[in-house]
């Protein structure tokens, strides 16, 4: 077991498109007690001219909980966050990181870093409309504007903006040429250029992002940044998020193992599926649960092929849960 470290340190779960829905966060809270859970990104037209309780609504068990928004216009990142705080988020989060030709086509995302006057200006609407915290996620550089001297100006420039907490992927992205996969692979991981951004903004809380996966790795981390963020891991391979809840805020009771888990999520499915909730919605984020041990294929075979059906409910996951042996409390494989 990883040695248990200062509990004022973040442990945060990244904002991933089509994966951290309101579904996916409940179960993830599920598993860690401590971790900040974010949205997927929300764009600022949506929230603006579509359906505010389709994007916005979550279950108060999710908090803390951040709403990501894409967008770059001032006025409408003001009116978006406005509408975040109303539905009750901790914090609301800019997107200047994703490199997806779309999200650069409506002028937001990891474009943005070469606009830092125009993020400036969203970032002081948004602090004139709200109270809680508005932070930004980004990237270490874009293209060939990749030296530490840029993004020490651009987060600079929101520093002075009033934002207190950026969240960085320790790599630059490719905004051409590049899918948003590759952008998550290819470009070196840098971790001292964020180390190195936490000694010259000590008084901004830096959380580092990109590449990490277990609790030795944070532990190896976390002495030079303020917190980290997980992505893919954390949904891929839920479990690893118990090691890392004990690894930064020591052990709080008894650990609960993956049946008792998926015991507690069954109540949720309920009433969900009360609410005409397809039971797919929710079991695809569950399916990483039992990777590596036995009985973990049989599992997300039974959900694969029956949760799609129209008429299935919580018997299906009951039945999936009879594959899998129960081990003992939940760790990561």
Sequence with gaps: MVTSIRSEKIL????????????????????????????????????????????????????????????SDPDALAKAAAAGERFGYDEININIGCPSDRVRHGRFGACLMAEPDLVAAGITAMRSRINCPVTV????????????AFLRDFVGKIE???????????RKAILSGLSPK?????????????????????GMTVVLNGGLKTASQIVAEIDYVDGVMIGRE?????????????????????????HQIVRRFLDYVETERQRNVPLKSMTKHILGLFNGLPGARAWRRHLSEHAVHNDAGPEVIEA?????????PAAAA
């Design 234 to 258: 954390a949904y891929q391979n839920p479990s690893a998020l118990i090691d890392m809840d004990e690894a930064l805020f020591g052990v709080h009771g008894e650990r609960s193992t993956r």
């Design 320 to 328: 999936a849960l009879s594959h899998v042996p129960e081990l003992g």
């Design 12 to 71: 945060a779960v990244a904002p991933m498109m089509d994966w951290t829905d309101r579904h996916c966060r409940y179960f993830l809270r599920l598993i860690s007690n401590h971790a900040w859970l974010y949205t997927e990104m929300v764009t600022t037209g949506a929230i603006l001219f579509g359906d505010q309780e389709r994007f916005l609504r979550f279950n108060e068990a999710e908090h803390p909980v951040a709403l990501q928004l894409g967008g």
């Design 160 to 170: 002075e903006a009033g934002c207190r907490h950026v969240v960085v992927h320790a």
């Design 182 to 202: 590759e952008n998550r692979e290819i470009p070196p991981l840098n971790y001292p250029r964020v180390h190195r951004l936490k000694q010259e903004f000590p």
């Design 137 to 148: 996620k980004t990237r270490i550089g874009i293209d060939n504007q990749d030296d530490y």
